[in-house]
């Protein structure tokens, strides 16, 4: 039986650097990408290089599904700086597209997904490292 996404328990973690343009723009595009579907969603403000090092952050904003950064470039290092994404066309974007995070998000249901083998940050490392979790990203049942 296939799993869904009311029992994956995917967590999706936008990071992000204080005031950065394009957070809401990712926000926007994770919900639009769940399209109702339920899954528990951070935006965590990466302040320092210690922060974006533990973190895994290449750049703001980052998304992570489960801990990992399906859209990381090989041979990246973490970054607290503003993150570039290429569309299908290769035009320049401020955040993943909707069709890239729904396949990202897709893949990793499916385990599919060649970079997120569902890892997660525990609850209380999460509250220790400053997540936020922002209510108006998750579908309303």
Known sequence: MAMTWEDSGMR????TIP??????LAQERVTAALDGRAAEVQLVEVRDQAEAARWGMTGSPTVLLDGV???ANAGS???VSCRVYR???GAADG??????LRQALDEALAG????VKRKTVSQARALEIGVQTFG???PKN
């Open 12 to 15: 999706i973690t936008v990071l």
């Open 87 to 89: 569309g299908a066309a």
């Open 95 to 100: 955040a993943p597209s909707v069709a890239a």
């Open 77 to 79: 290092e973490p970054s």
């Open 112 to 115: 599919q997904h060649p970079q």
């Open 69 to 71: 950064d399906p859209f």
């Open 136 to 138: 108006a990203l998750l």
């Open 19 to 24: 005031e950065c343009p394009n957070a809401p």
